[in-house]
C-alpha cells in the first residue's frame, strides 16, 4: 500500500489564483481529512469526510471547498488564493472508530503552499 | 473551538537524557494521541490513549491518560538523536466524530 498519497509536493501561487490540492489513499479508509500547519503551530481542521458523497467543516474552512466523489480521492480546492492561506497543508485518512473512540489517522507527507 | 495547551514548546537535551512534554484542556477529552513530525514529512502516530488513568509505553516512549481526562504527558527515556523532531498531541472530544484538535508541538533538539 503506498499509504496516503498527495500532490503536489509544492506550489507557488499569486493571489486570486486557483488550484486543487489531490490527495489520495488506497487502504479503502472510509474518513478522510484537510488539515493546515502555519508555522510553529499544530495542525487545523479544515474539512473532514466520512464516506464518498459526504463532506462538512472543520475548525477553518473558509476560503477552501472539497468533494468527495470516490472513497479513494478528497481533493481540496482554493477558488481565490490569498497569502493568509500560505501554510503546509496535510491530508489524512482513517478506517471507522473502535467503540472507544478514534481510530487512528494516517497522514500524507503534505503539499507546501506559498502565495504571493 | 477546543485548544490544547502543550509544553515546554521546545527542549534542548544531551544524548541520554530523559524527555517529558505534557498537554492540558479545559475540555474533557475521550481520546489522546501523542503524533512525531520529522521535516517535510506528515505526522506519525506514537501512542493512542482510551481511557482515563491508561499509561501505556511504546518502547521507550510513555504516555498517560491524565485522570481528570483533561490532560496526558508523553516520557521518551535516554533520548537518541533520531528522536530529533516535534511532538504534537491530540484530542478527540466527541466519540465517534473523529475530529481531532492538535495543541501547537513540542520541537526537540538533540545533542549528540
Known amino acids: 500500500n503506498a499509504g496516503v498519497t498527495q500532490t503536489p509536493k509544492f506550489r507557488i501561487l499569486k493571489i486570486g489564483q486557483s488550484m486543487t490540492l489531490q490527495c489520495t489513499q488506497d487502504m479503502n479508509h472510509n474518513y478522510m481529512y484537510w488539515y493546515r500547519q502555519d508555522p510553529g503551530m499544530g495542525l487545523k481542521l479544515i474539512y473532514y469526510s466520512v464516506g464518498a458523497g459526504i463532506t462538512d467543516k472543520g475548525e477553518v474552512p473558509n476560503g477552501y471547498n472539497v468533494s468527495r466523489s470516490t472513497t479513494e480521492d478528497f481533493p481540496l480546492r482554493l477558488e481565490l488564493a490569498a497569502p493568509s492561506q500560505t501554510s503546509v497543508y496535510f491530508c489524512?485518512?482513517?478506517?471507522?472508530?473502535?467503540?472507544?473512540?478514534?481510530?487512528?489517522?494516517?497522514f500524507g507527507p503534505g503539499t507546501r503552499l506559498l502565495v504571493l | 473551538g477546543q485548544q490544547l495547551n502543550q509544553s515546554p514548546q521546545s527542549m534542548f537535551i544531551q544524548e541520554g537524557e530523559d524527555v517529558s512534554m505534557n498537554c492540558t484542556s479545559s475540555?474533557?477529552?475521550?481520546?489522546w494521541l501523542w503524533y512525531k513530525q520529522e521535516p517535510g514529512e506528515g505526522p506519525v502516530l506514537l501512542i493512542a490513549?482510551?481511557?482515563?488513568?491508561e499509561l501505556t509505553s511504546n518502547g521507550r516512549l510513555t504516555a498517560q491518560f491524565g485522570i481528570t481526562r483533561k490532560d496526558s504527558f508523553l516520557n521518551i527515556s535516554a533520548s537518541i538523536p533520531s528522536d530529533v523532531g516535534i511532538y504534537f498531541c491530540?484530542?478527540?472530544?466527541?466519540?465517534?466524530?473523529?475530529?481531532?484538535?492538535f495543541g501547537q508541538g513540542t520541537r526537540l533538539t538533540i545533542n549528540p
Open positions: 475540555s474533557i477529552f475521550n481520546t
Open positions: 491530540a484530542g478527540q472530544i466527541i466519540q465517534g466524530a473523529q475530529k481531532l484538535v
Open positions: 490513549l482510551y481511557k482515563a488513568g
Open positions: 489524512a485518512s482513517s478506517p471507522p472508530g473502535r467503540s472507544q473512540g478514534l481510530e487512528t489517522q494516517y
